[in-house]
């Protein structure tokens, strides 16, 4: 198999690895069918392809045809959908022991045009001082989820009336509200039909570089593939109008949970980390974005509200991570946003994103490899971090914790940033991002990035260890 390492036996049986010759024929099936002479489809015909996973009826994906496609794994998983619920869920009345970090963690975007590219620039940057990479999320992927507009052009109508401009990433009011009149007057109230999302294509893709790269020794054994997903009400929460998110949220809810389901058949878990992104979810803890299942008419109090609104998150964040597979990672990007540089709002202190970072450790019953909590560039005040000590995972050592205070063209205050975090939380027991991606940074911005980022990692370990599982 090349760079595809012998599958290792895990408590739910042996995966099993497929001759090359079936993952070639798998990958010309999944971007057109016709293209597979009698034999390969009959050397395939135990993986039927639903007709929206066919890139040729997707043509906002059909870049990724273009890609050399001629290794993939396909593994037999049986699916595991989390643990049982525990009777209760266990706290801490201390600061919470984490697990031990990478010295870095990448969030997911990185600017550059390939995943290869990014395998490359992230393993020469930071060599031995990353347990996950991710692909960096090229094109059309590089606008965080401004590309799932594409996934609702069977049903526009259901649309905000915006546009969006891919040379600024800004959505703006045009005439698109008079066209979307128009379709609602002809379509009416049909069936609501999604396009694949084509986060499972680009996944799978990307792995196929990934174990490339691994097999030409740029990326070390051990060190897993990195998927960066939005959470269902995120999508919904972007570009869906008012009247329209509770029935979109169903459909496209089903639609993440094939999209989870097909990549980790793909990708083996011992290689697959998947990473939810939660800016919508920190906008509606900030109460700047309205949830759509919270009742705005008066007919609750205001307490009561909140109860609705944290049982609504629960609900969503234990739903998607029952879907994911014990033996993968999982963790969670707490966001601000980055649209220009700049919050949605600025973070009082970390209440907020502790508070999301317990709810979800609350609500998903298995366990969670690792948070990500974003520092501004100004706040080197002990008030900032001192609800970080209010962080209670499920069990003590299983998470780890990364603190986005790596910020360009600031070494000096990235080592401010951290010591005042050493002092708060009692010790270095976290590694160090970004507050964001990277997918909108100049050139220039992300040399310094780099700078700053082996800087601030050469403070808190020795990155040329060989101990642990690292890039």
């Not at 993986?47 to 890139?55: A, D, G, K, M, R």
């Not at 496609?69 to 595991?80: A, F, K, M, T, Y």
């Not at 990277?438 to 780099?450: N, P």
Request: hydrophobic content about 35%; aromatic content about 10%.
């Amino acid at each position: 198999m090349g760079c595809f390492p012998s599958s290792p036996r895990n408590a739910q049986g042996v995966n099993r690895l497929y001759p090359d010759q079936i993952t070639l024929t798998i990958c010309k099936m999944i971007f057109d069918d016709n293209c597979l002479t009698r034999a390969e489809k009959d050397l395939v015909k135990d993986f039927p392809l639903p007709p929206e996973y066919i890139v040729r009826d997707q043509p906002y994906m059909r870049y990724q045809s273009d890609r050399v496609l001629n290794e993939r794994p396909i593994v037999e998983q049986p699916h595991g959908a989390g643990e049982e619920p525990p009777n209760e869920i266990e706290l801490h009345p201390l600061p919470p022991k984490f697990a031990t970090p990478a010295p870095i963690h990448l969030i997911g975007s990185s600017s550059l045009l390939t995943a290869a590219a990014t395998f490359h620039q992230a393993t020469s940057a930071f060599p031995g001082a990353l347990k996950r990479i991710p692909d960096g999320e090229p094109k059309p992927r590089d606008c965080f989820i401004a590309f799932q507009i594409a996934t609702f052009s069977q049903c526009p109508w259901v649309l905000q009336p915006f546009a969006l401009y891919k040379e600024t990433g800004v959505h703006e009011k045009n005439g698109f509200e008079e066209e979307v009149q128009a379709l609602r007057a002809e379509h009416g109230e049909k069936e609501i039909r999604l396009n694949g999302s084509g986060y499972d294509i680009a996944a799978i893709a990307s792995y196929a570089e990934f174990c490339r790269a691994r097999g030409q020794g740029v990326i070390r054994a051990g060190v897993k593939f990195q998927v960066s997903l939005p959470n269902p009400h995120d999508v919904v929460a972007f570009c869906i109008r008012p009247e329209h998110q509770a029935t979109v949220e169903k459909a496209y809810e089903k639609e993440m949970i094939a999209v989870l389901k097909r990549i980790q058949k793909y990708i083996p878990s011992y290689d697959l980390a998947i990473q939810f992104d939660c800016p919508f979810a920190v906008a509606m803890l900030e109460e700047v974005f309205p949830a759509w299942w919270v009742p705005n008419d008066g007919s609750i109090s205001d307490d009561n509200k909140t109860e609705v609104l944290l049982a609504g998150l629960e609900e969503r964040f234990h739903t998607m991570a029952s879907y994911v597979h014990e033996d993968v990672d999982l963790g969670y990007h707490i966001c601000y946003g980055d649209y220009g540089h700049k919050h949605f709002i600025e973070p009082r202190n970390t209440t907020i994103s502790v508070k999301l970072a317990n709810l979800i450790h609350d609500s998903v019953y298995r366990r969670i490899d690792w948070m990500h909590i974003p520092v501004p560039i100004d706040r080197k005040d002990e008030a900032y971090y001192e609800p970080l000590n209010a962080l209670t995972p499920r069990k003590c050592g299983q998470t780890e914790l990364y603190l986005g205070l790596v910020h360009a063209y600031d070494i000096a205050g990235t080592l401010q940033r951290m010591a005042v975090a050493d002092r708060v939380l009692g010790g270095r027991c976290y590694g160090v991002a970004t507050e964001c991606g990277w997918g909108r940074m100049q050139q220039d911005e992300v040399y310094s990035t780099l700078d700053v980022m082996r800087e601030a990692a050469g403070v808190l370990f020795d990155t040329n260890t060989d101990e642990g599982n690292v890039a």
